[in-house]
């Protein structure tokens, strides 16, 4: 099974910081890289497929890259409404699809 | 719109059953696998496996083969996740969540397993 490493759990970061999050597969997913955002008590939220496309409606201060098995996204000028966990999840070929241990964004 | 719809909140007993329901509205059903998903407190997304809706196969991760259950009832455009043999450690908000990439996920069914 593909495994999927988030290298930071949490960190403290500023408003208006630039954040940026990494998540590392033990193979080649082949851009098959999804991010989410989740806020407490809430589902999560898809923001990022195909480890760089933009989902509509979400706003364009989030961004994502990487290629082979290393991915990040990124968050210019954080928002509050930005302080939540990220999740990174691989769906490349066949299950189990399987996310990252997430990293959660709180405020210095 | 597409909506996934899930069942309430349940509060069950140690060996009991519990079956939580998930209702897709907003596109054909059949035309997008359902996943599940368990959110333990304090813990990540875990993938609990998904099912075919058009063949209707499921597929489970290691760790949920054996008392984990999908199923469908395709004529109400609803998939359900069934638990048997209740253990405590089961507590958590269990999430269904529409495709590939999860573009729609279901608000949250929280399961409390307690004697």
């Known amino acids: 099974d593909i495994q999927m490493t988030q290298s930071s759990s949490s960190f403290s970061v500023s408003l208006g910081d630039r954040v940026t999050i990494t998540c590392k597969a033990s193979?080649?997913?082949?851009?098959?890289l999804a991010w989410y955002q989740q806020k407490p008590g809430n589902a999560p939220r898809l923001l990022i497929s195909?480890?760089?496309s933009l989902e509509t409606g979400v706003p364009s201060r989030f961004s994502g890259s990487g290629s082979g098995k290393d991915y990040t996204l990124s968050i210019t000028s954080l928002q509050t409404e930005d302080v939540a966990t990220y999740y990174c999840?691989?769906?490349?070929?066949?299950?189990?699809?399987?996310f990252g241990g997430g990293t959660k964004l709180e405020i210095k | 719109q597409i909506q996934l719809v899930q069942s309430g909140p349940e509060l069950k007993k140690p060996g009991e059953t519990v079956r939580i329901s998930c209702k897709a509205s907003?596109?054909?059903?059949?035309?997008?696998?359902m996943q599940w998903v368990q959110k333990m407190p304090g813990k990540g997304l875990k993938w609990i496996g998904w099912?075919?809706?058009?063949?209707?196969?499921?597929k489970y991760a290691e760790d949920f083969k054996g008392r984990f259950a999908f199923s469908l009832e395709t004529s109400a455009s609803t998939a359900y996740l069934q638990i048997s043999n209740l253990k405590n450690e089961d507590t958590a908000t269990y999430f269904c969540?529409?495709?590939?990439?999860?573009?729609?996920w279901g608000q949250g069914t929280t399961l409390t397993v307690s004697s």
């Open positions: 099912i075919n809706t058009h063949s209707g196969v499921p």
């Open positions: 907003g596109y054909t059903f059949t035309t997008a696998g």
């Open positions: 999840q691989q769906y490349w070929s066949t299950p189990p699809w399987t």
């Open positions: 969540a529409k495709g590939n990439y999860f573009d729609y």
């Open positions: 195909g480890a760089t």
């Open positions: 193979e080649d997913i082949y851009n098959r």
